[in-house]
T-cell receptor, first 115, second 114 residues
Framework: DTGVSQDPRHKITKRGQNVTFRCDPI?????LYWYRQTLGQGPEFLTY????????KSRLLSDRFSAERPKGSFSTLEIQRTEQGDSAMYLC?????????????FGPGTRLTVT | AQSVTQLDSHVSVSEGTPVLLRCNYS??????LFWYVQHPNKGLQLLLK??????LVKGINGFEAEFKKSETSFHLTKPSAHMSDAAEYFC????????????FGTGTRLLVSP
């Protein structure tokens, strides 16, 4: 078990460019989450997948953001026409399908800087 | 909607002294509560969780938390701080909307001095 991995770990881009991040969850986990963490704040929920289905999206996820999980395994988060306000740490988490409460396992995050 | 308030943005302790990180929650029904820790350049790690079983919850690395419904609190404690405890700590409530949506507090940075 290698845990949740995210790629890249750091991304610097110019305003207006598109960026894509990848998350590889723990292999047997069918639930996947994206969060965004800005400086000095706690992570905020962005979106949730159960297998390949995107079941929930936060209002934080503007039209410039799109997330996919095409085969129910890895997921990508794309930001189009980046803005300086998009600068943040983007965190991915996964969890297994069990009833009741369960732990979300977080990846190390991708730090995005928009210049 | 559920929310949590972490009462201190920074807490400083000396190594070997007790740790207290305070958290109050707001929930319209019995919540699930968690404490996560975030070390620099590392992913968030679950310390402990409360899910309506025992009100005193023991976690990893000697941490524990007590759920007090009358005070709507879920404070995190440790009897004796270690240098390796220095990190950012997040109190989290689970918003049960068909899936486990985590709502994080703003975090408390724990500083441990020798």
């Amino acid at each position: 078990d290698t845990g949740v991995s995210q790629d890249p770990r750091h991304k610097i881009t110019k305003r207006g460019q598109n960026v894509t991040f990848r998350c590889d969850p723990i292999s047997e986990h069918n639930r996947l989450y994206w969060y965004r963490q800005t400086l000095g704040q706690g992570p905020e929920f962005l979106t949730y997948f159960q297998n390949e289905a995107q079941l929930e999206k936060s209002r934080l996820l503007s039209d410039r953001f799109s997330a996919e999980r095409p085969k129910g395994s890895f997921s990508t988060l794309e930001i189009q026409r980046t803005e300086q306000g998009d600068s943040a740490m983007y965190l991915c988490a996964s969890s297994p399908w069990t009833s009741g409460d369960y732990e979300q396992y977080f990846g190390p995050g991708t730090r995005l800087t928009v210049t | 909607a559920q929310s949590v308030t972490q009462l201190d943005s920074h807490v400083s302790v000396s190594e070997g002294t007790p740790v207290l990180l305070r958290c109050n929650y707001s929930s319209s029904y019995s919540p699930s509560l968690f404490w996560y820790v975030q070390h620099p350049n590392k992913g968030l790690q679950l310390l402990l969780k409360y899910t309506s079983a025992a009100t005193l919850v023991k976690g990893i690395n000697g941490f524990e938390a007590e759920f007090k419904k009358s005070e709507t609190s879920f404070h995190l404690t440790k009897p004796s701080a270690h240098m390796s405890d220095a990190a950012e700590y997040f109190c989290v409530v689970s918003q049960n909307t068909g899936f486990q949506k985590l709502v994080f507090g703003t975090g408390t940075r724990l500083l441990v001095s020798p």
